[in-house]
C-alpha cells in the first residue's frame, strides 16, 4: 500500500504563488503517473496535471496551463505543483493521486492511490 502525503497549502492573495508537495512512502511502479487533482464544494473532483515517474511527460489541464508547473524527484519519490498567477476559482482542496499503470486516463476513476488533500485558498 502506497501512502501519499500532499502539503504546502495556504492562503494567498490572487497573483500570488504556492507550492505543493506529495510525498510518496515508496515508488508505486516504474510505469506509474502521479497527477494533481482539486475539488471545491459542490463540484466535481476535476484534473490539474500530471507527470510520468518514468519518463517525465506532463500534462496539463487547459484552465491551468501556463500558470502550473509540475515536476518530480526521483531520490526524493516526491511530487511538486508548483503554482503562479494564482486566481480565485482557483481555489479547492488539491490531491495527489498515483495512477500504477500509466493508463493515460486524467480521470479519478482511474487512480489507485490518492492523499488526504491540501486546502488552498486564494483571495481576491
Known amino acids: 500500500q502506497v501512502q501519499l502525503v500532499e502539503s504546502g497549502g495556504g492562503l494567498v492573495q490572487a497573483g500570488g504563488s504556492l507550492r505543493l508537495s506529495c510525498a510518496a512512502s515508496?515508488?508505486?511502479?516504474?510505469?506509474?503517473?502521479m497527477g494533481w487533482f482539486r475539488q471545491s464544494p459542490g463540484k466535481e473532483r476535476e484534473f490539474v496535471s500530471a507527470?510520468?515517474?518514468?519518463?517525465?511527460?506532463?500534462h496539463y489541464a487547459d484552465s491551468v496551463k501556463g500558470r502550473f508547473t509540475i515536476s518530480r524527484d526521483n531520490a526524493k519519490n516526491t511530487v511538486y505543483l508548483q503554482m503562479n498567477s494564482l486566481k480565485p476559482e482557483d481555489t479547492a482542496v488539491y490531491y495527489c493521486?498515483?495512477?500504477?499503470?500509466?493508463?493515460?486516463?486524467?480521470?479519478?476513476?482511474?487512480?489507485?492511490?490518492w492523499g488526504q488533500g491540501t486546502q488552498v485558498t486564494v483571495s481576491t
Open positions: 493521486a498515483a495512477d500504477r499503470w500509466s493508463s493515460g486516463s486524467y480521470r479519478p476513476v482511474d487512480y489507485d492511490y
Open positions: 515508496a515508488r508505486t511502479y516504474s510505469r506509474s503517473t
Open positions: 507527470i510520468n515517474w518514468n519518463n517525465g511527460s506532463t
